[in-house]
């Protein structure tokens, strides 16, 4: 179990994320929204370890992992898909598919990669940056199966793709789910979020304004929190 609690974090004399405190219990999928700017990758970042906490704390499966390395909870099981994939652009797909892996797990990693996005077994050799962004974006995800992850925090994957390839790339994020990984979803496709979702979270300016499934969510509410308020009156 992922659970950031309590925590407050910022940039400078800038505070983004004020108290706020998320469970992702083991095999669950919790959607995290919210509007631009509202602090989901900030959020993200802090849950691994790219960015330490002023106050509050990071428990990896009981384990207080407050301050560990990007390294270290990778090692616990956390795995970032960040905004603008966070794939070696320079590197080829095989390479940064091995990068990814335990020591040892490398042939296993790629074939459950291979597995995953057929068309990533065809390009093992491409220069990963020279692929289309829906091919780098499944790069990124199959980055982190291979590695074995068991709660992956993803940043709006689904950004900027065809809609033939944000569809294959939620049925692998169900997939995902399935197998008992544990997701933290921010999404701007709210629906197709709530929809694989166990739990909703909304952000509204650093603070969360709503915990809970996605059932017990009105339209309304998420159009007011997610939108902003002159969404809800256009
Ligand atoms: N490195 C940084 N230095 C200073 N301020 C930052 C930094 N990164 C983010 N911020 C600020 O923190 C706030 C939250 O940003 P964050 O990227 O977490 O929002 P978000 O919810 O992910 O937004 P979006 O939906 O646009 O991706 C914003 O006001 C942003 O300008
Ligand atoms: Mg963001």
């Given at each position: 179990m992922l659970r950031i609690d309590a925590v407050t974090a910022g940039y400078g004399h800038t505070t983004v994320l004020h108290d706020v405190t998320v469970v992702v219990p083991d095999g669950s999928v919790v959607a995290m929204l919210g509007p631009n700017g509202a602090g989901k990758t900030t959020l993200l970042r802090v849950a691994s370890g790219l960015l330490v906490p002023w106050s509050g704390r990071l428990i990896v499966d009981g384990t207080d992992a407050t301050g560990a390395s990007p390294h270290r909870l990778r090692s616990l099981g956390v795995c970032l898909v960040p905004e603008g994939r966070g794939i070696f652009p320079s590197l080829t797909v095989r390479e940064n598919l091995r990068l990814c892996c335990r020591a040892g797990q490398e042939t296993s990693g790629l074939e459950r990669a291979r597995e995953s996005f057929p068309v990533l077994g065809k390009r093992l050799e491409q220069i990963a940056g020279t692929m289309s962004g829906g091919e780098q974006q499944m790069l990124a995800l199959a980055r982190a199966y291979a590695g074995d992850a068991r709660v992956v925090l993803l940043d709006e994957v689904s950004m900027g793709l065809a809609p033939k390839v944000v569809d294959?790339?939620?049925?692998?994020?169900?997939?995902?789910?399935?197998?008992?990984?544990?997701?933290?979803?921010?999404?701007?496709?709210?629906?197709?979020?709530?929809?694989?979702?166990?739990?909703?979270?909304?952000?509204?300016?650093?603070?969360?304004?709503?915990?809970?499934?996605?059932?017990?969510?009105?339209?309304?509410?998420?159009?007011?929190?997610?939108?902003?308020?002159?969404?809800?009156?256009?």
């Open positions: 294959e790339i939620f049925a692998f994020l169900a997939r995902l789910a399935a197998e008992g990984i544990s997701l933290l979803l921010v999404e701007q496709y709210v629906s197709k979020a709530m929809a694989i979702a166990d739990y909703v979270c909304l952000l509204d300016r650093g603070a969360l304004s709503f915990v809970g499934e996605p059932a017990e969510l009105s339209e309304s509410t998420i159009l007011a929190n997610y939108l902003g308020a002159e969404a809800v009156g256009a």
